[in-house]
């Protein structure tokens, strides 16, 4: 069943409902969902995070730049994201209409034309994996389905009716699936000893079908846990959270987090608390960061 959370800020409501895919997609997709309404802010960062990402845009174009890109390129159709290594910012529209993904690390390969080596840090268009006809239609008969639900129905089919065939998935899942119950602690040896290859050939297959290799994955599970262990709400122990995420040093910890984020640790909390205090309970307040 779809799950409908509709968040309130000060004077702005957006809707965000989610829907779990059935098999064979659940094995590639955490959720499909439906957002639309007013951002809080208009620029949000998103951290790495060990996932992929497909939206379709229904509404104005929004803005997408990666990393040190100096400018934001503009997405009217929607984007296509790879495991980013580095942090995105979105540019928001006043009023934003979207049905996306969030896909596994290795979820999106069975759509891509490419390997998702190529698409390393580069957000494409829609339009670019899946050609200007097929886009153009997918979006007309999301934009004149009569709920989000519905929506949701009809991406999932699109998705299962373009499943394809990718050498090594399993193998690939396999071994992610492990780097997500540990949160990325155990070493890649291990992994390669489990499944009997070679650590060249599993980073071969990482970078083709995630884009990223094995030890970069690890990385981001282990940042994102330690992110998520966070609480801004309250105080935090910088000393006990830098050990507990495996470093032996709080200036190693703060550069990764910074790395990662493009904020210092205290700056990250005060941006967190920026956001609950602004918009409490709001539907995209775990993960974005306004854009400082």
Wanted: proline share 10%; charged share 20%.
């Amino acid at each position: 069943m779809p799950r409908d959370r509709r968040g309130v800020g000060d004077t702005v409501r957006m809707q965000y409902v989610s829907r779990v895919p059935r098999l064979p997609l659940r094995a590639l997709i955490d959720d499909l969902y439906y957002l639309e309404g007013a951002p809080p802010y208009a620029r949000l960062v998103l951290p790495p995070m060990p996932g992929a990402l497909l939206i379709v845009n229904l509404g104005q174009p929004f803005r997408l730049r990666s990393g040190s890109d100096p400018e934001p390129a503009e997405y009217a159709d929607g984007c296509v994201v790879t495991v980013p290594t580095r942090a995105l910012e979105f540019g928001y529209p006043p009023r934003t209409r979207s049905v996306g993904v969030h896909v596994k690390p290795w979820g999106l390969a069975p759509f891509l034309p490419v390997p998702a080596a190529e698409l390393r840090d580069w957000p494409v268009t829609l339009e670019q994996v899946w050609g200007r006809a097929a886009t153009t239609e997918l979006r007309d008969r999301l934009a004149t389905a009569d709920s989000p639900h519905e929506m949701l129905v009809l991406l999932e089919h699109e998705l299962v009716r373009r499943l394809s065939a990718a050498p090594g998935l399993g193998l690939v899942r396999q071994t992610s699936s492990v780097l997500a119950t540990t949160r990325g602690a155990v070493p890649i040896g291990d992994l390669t000893a489990a499944t009997g290859v070679s650590s060249t050939h599993l980073a071969h297959r990482f970078k083709q079908l995630i884009g990223v290799p094995p030890k970069r994955l690890a990385r981001t599970y282990r940042f994102a846990a330690t992110v998520f262990s966070i609480d801004p709400a309250g105080p935090v122990d910088w000393a006990r959270t830098a050990y507990e995420a495996g470093y032996f040093d709080q200036a190693h910890f703060g550069h990764d987090f910074r790395a990662f984020t493009g904020y210092t640790p205290t700056r990250y909390v005060q941006i967190r608390r920026q956001f609950l205090r602004e918009h409490p309970g709001h539907v995209l307040d775990s993960w974005p960061l306004p854009a400082a």
